[in-house]
């Protein structure tokens, strides 16, 4: 202790993360906390996005062009990504509040599931876009680009 | 009788008595956003790239508003909830953690005020 300047203020701390392996139901919990956190900014691109329909053109226009963008594709899968994360792993949980799935062998596999089913989700969207079966609500006369 | 010491109450940091209802509405606004995150993703992707006009038939038709002012209000007081947990779980510091909390119930409010906004003005358009 001779090299800590202060010896008795070196309290001992918890185990945090970072001395865990990372077995999946952790990291599925994780997960669960960051994308619900993301999703925030989801929630207000969601707000933007009706108030530019509701706005004009113009600033549905700017909506258009910024959610097109590389960056805003990025965010866009990203959000769509830690939705489908989150609402799969949010069913998960609502059946461990009714006491369902919580033996250890049951929470891994679900956890794997939700993790499966997240990605999928996404693929299928990414799908839907790029052979142009999404849009089906609109006349497929809108702006391009 | 009260199990807190003196100093404890004098300090007001016991229990705020109101645990249980976020953890009520926490699970309420989860089921709640269960069907209602399936409509918002078959109506979001089936509107992938369309233009203005689309965008506002499709949410002019009272049906979809409502459908989606629920979703954003619920998803809104959801997130409120769940944001104001982590902040709980992470910022020790008193007058710090209770500005966040503060920012995260505003932050809802003016989102959700935009949002019925917007409904309201496509409706009336």
């Known amino acids: 202790m001779a090299d800590t300047p202060h010896p008795a203020r070196r309290r001992p701390l918890s185990p945090f993360l970072t001395v865990f392996r990372w077995p999946i139901t952790m990291a599925?919990?994780?997960?669960?906390?960051?994308?619900?956190?993301?999703?925030?900014?989801?929630?207000?691109?969601?707000?933007?996005?009706?108030?530019?329909?509701?706005?004009?053109?113009?600033?549905?226009?700017?909506?258009?062009?910024?959610?097109?963008?590389?960056?805003?594709?990025?965010?866009?899968?990203?959000?769509?990504?830690?939705?489908?994360?989150?609402?799969?792993?949010?069913?998960?949980?609502?059946?461990?509040?009714?006491?369902?799935?919580?033996?250890?062998?049951?929470?891994?596999?679900?956890?794997m599931i939700v993790i499966a089913l997240s990605l999928l989700t996404v693929a299928g969207i990414y799908a839907l876009i790029h052979f142009g079966i999404a849009g089906y609500f609109g006349v497929r006369q809108g702006i391009e680009g | 009788m009260s199990m807190e010491t003196p100093l404890r109450k004098v300090r007001g940091m016991g229990s705020a008595h109101t645990g249980a209802s976020h953890f009520i509405y926490q699970r309420v606004t989860a089921a709640a956003l269960v069907p209602l995150t399936l409509w918002f993703a078959v109506s979001v992707i089936g509107l992938v790239g369309v233009g203005e006009v689309d965008a506002m038939m499709f949410l002019s038709l009272p049906m979809h508003a409502i459908l989606m002012g629920l979703f954003v209000l619920t998803l809104l007081y959801h997130l409120a909830l769940g944001l104001q947990e982590v902040i709980i779980d992470y910022v020790p510091h008193q007058i710090f953690k209770f500005l966040l909390i503060f920012a995260v119930y505003g932050f809802a409010v003016i989102a959700a005020f935009f949002c019925l906004f917007a409904l309201a003005s496509i409706a009336i358009a």
Do not use: M
Not at chain 1, 46 to 67: D, K, N, Q, R
Not at chain 1, 73 to 97: E, M, P, S
């Open chain 1, 28 to 111: 599925t919990s994780i997960a669960h906390r960051a994308t619900g956190v993301g999703l925030a900014g989801g929630a207000a691109v969601v707000v933007w996005w009706l108030f530019a329909v509701s706005h004009g053109p113009e600033t549905y226009h700017e909506f258009y062009l910024a959610a097109a963008s590389p960056v805003g594709q990025f965010f866009l899968y990203g959000f769509a990504w830690a939705l489908a994360y989150h609402f799969f792993n949010g069913i998960r949980h609502l059946a461990w509040d009714f006491g369902f799935g919580f033996a250890r062998k049951d929470a891994d596999i679900t956890g």
